[in-house]
């Protein structure tokens, strides 16, 4: 089995030995080996990486979305006929669903950071999300998983813009972004340093965020698009808005 498998098999379809209710970490009657007690008696589960993260992102998500939409076919099927979040279906505008779902192909694809991934032109941005930023070719880097975040989940490109364009943008013409004062941030905004970094916020803890974004240089979590803990820069964070003109 996959790592993935393993986490979906022994942390969230754990069972106690009655068949009932959820079996407490630290208990299992599977047999314990060199290369799975970390698995079998739940300690693994219970581990806070970057890893584990992107695994349980991604499967709170595509949970509630099989649960209610139906969206996708199965949450341990990683083929991409099976999982295309949104690739064949129409746009949910719900920023921080799609930030999640696609947050979550950083463990289940090895999703890769890119330097310039992402502001090509939209069928280079199509391509790339097809392919679940797998591979170097096809990774992007934070501010091209943004445009890539918002198209999947608006259906509007918003064109290649680095994370100092987003923000002037928020004062421009074409005003995709508006500035928002960090206190109102919302799931679905957008949590950046202008000269640096951007992140899409996908649960709001008093001041604090809970993001997702495409991090350095590598693949797979902790380097292209999974969770973070990114914060902004401690005064605004940007809001999607939809835009004025095309592009």
Same mark, same amino acid.
């Given at each position: ?15 106690? +030995? +009655? ?16 290369d799975n007690y970390d698995w079998t008696d739940g300690s693994k ?69 890119? +330097? ?24 992007? +880097? ?89 914060q902004g820069n401690g005064s605004f964070v940007l809001r999607f ?7």
């Amino acid at each position: 089995d996959s790592e993935f498998d393993n986490y979906v098999k022994y942390c969230t379809q754990r069972t106690a +030995d +009655d068949g009932k209710g959820i079996m407490p970490i630290g208990s299992s009657t599977a047999s314990i080996t060199a290369d799975n007690y970390d698995w079998t008696d739940g300690s693994k589960c219970a581990q806070s990486n970057p890893t584990m993260d992107s695994y349980a992102t991604y499967y709170n998500w595509c949970y509630v979305q099989y649960a209610t939409s139906k969206r996708v076919k199965s949450c341990t099927d990683k083929t991409p006929e099976a999982n295309s979040a949104a690739s064949s279906t129409a746009p949910t505008g719900n920023i921080a669903q799609e930030a999640a779902a696609m947050g979550g192909w950083g463990g289940q694809y090895q999703a890769c950071y890119t +330097d310039g991934g992402g502001h090509g032109d939209l069928a280079d941005l199509q391509r790339r999300i097809a392919a679940h930023f797998a591979g170097p070719e096809n990774g992007v +880097d934070c501010s091209g998983f943004t445009r890539a975040v918002v198209y999947q989940a608006t259906g509007t490109d918003t064109g290649s813009m680095s994370t100092q364009d987003m923000c002037a943008d928020a004062s421009g013409p074409k005003k995709f972004y508006e500035k928002i004062p960090q206190a109102q941030a919302q799931p679905g905004d957008m949590a950046i340093r202008c000269d640096a970094h951007v992140e899409v916020i996908t649960g709001v803890n008093g001041g604090k965020f809970s993001t997702v974004g495409s991090h350095t240089t590598g693949c797979g979590p902790g380097f292209g698009p999974s969770p973070g803990n990114e914060q902004g820069n401690g005064s605004f964070v940007l809001r999607f808005k939809g835009g004025t003109v095309s592009v």
